[in-house]
């Protein structure tokens, strides 16, 4: 993986309660990325980052927020978690060119995290 | 709204035999199609870039197709080994990043 690590790997928590998933790098790449993949559904991305402070929303940012104060950390927030939010949340990384989340640039992705909301 | 179709949600060919997969998409556009690989357990793996101006490219035993006539992509491994065995995803995108629900792929021995 490149220099991509997610933490925790695994989480199991209750419905209300707020998580926050760390996704942190250490290629230097301008754009990081925070999606979900369920059965059926492939990955679909949450939201995006192209720069520190810089963010946009994906195509499910609903009861997600994220935030960049630091090039290597992108923190995915679940503000209050619900069952529908039990899912595999993966970030990746791009060099990415201005202007968007271009898909011109390979993305390399972190191994995963778990995420169970009971 | 925006579609991607991988047609097959699972593949099982023999060895040795070139496996083919294919990615469709509808009302939209694409500029851009990637294919990544992903195995169990794991993020996907980035493998081919292909542009719109782009009829096909290839890399080792990796052949894609782009046609944006039919709005597909054709994704073939030639000479096919167990090891190949994963879920295959295609991206057709511009500026956004949007993934196929993948094709799982099988190579038997």
């Known amino acids: 993986d490149a220099g991509i690590t997610q933490s925790p790997r695994h989480k199991v928590t209750e419905t209300g309660t707020p998580v926050t998933l760390r996704c942190h790098q250490t290629?230097?790449?301008?754009?990081m990325y925070w999606y979900r993949q369920d059965p059926g559904h492939g990955l679909r991305l949450i939201h995006y980052?192209?720069?520190?402070?810089?963010?946009d929303k994906g195509e499910v940012s609903d009861g997600y927020s994220v935030s960049r104060s630091k090039t290597e950390d992108f923190l995915l927030t679940l503000e209050s978690a619900t069952s529908s939010q039990t899912s595999v949340y993966f970030c990746?990384?791009?060099?990415?060119?201005?202007?968007?989340?271009?898909?011109?640039?390979?993305?390399?992705f972190g191994p995963g995290t778990r995420l169970t909301v009971l | 709204s925006q579609k991607i179709e991988q047609n097959s949600e699972a593949l099982n060919i023999q060895e040795g035999k070139t496996a083919t997969l294919t990615c469709n998409y509808t009302?939209?556009?694409?500029?851009?199609l990637q294919w990544y690989r992903q195995d169990p357990g794991r993020g996907p793996v980035f493998l081919l870039l292909?542009?719109?101006?782009?009829k096909e490219k290839r890399k080792e035993r990796l052949k894609v197709t782009f046609d944006t006539t039919l709005k597909q992509s054709l994704f073939h491994i030639t000479a096919s080994q167990p090891a190949d065995s994963a879920t295959y995803l295609c991206?057709?995108?511009?500026?956004?990043?949007?993934f196929g629900a993948g094709t799982r792929l099988t190579v038997k021995p």
């Open positions: 290629e230097n790449h301008r754009y």
């Open positions: 009302n939209y556009s694409p500029a851009y």
């Open positions: 990746a990384i791009s060099q990415g060119l201005a202007g968007g989340p271009s898909s011109y640039n390979e993305q390399f």
């Open positions: 292909i542009r719109e101006n782009e």
């Open positions: 980052s192209y720069g520190v402070k810089d963010t």
């Open positions: 991206a057709p995108n511009n500026n956004d990043m949007r």
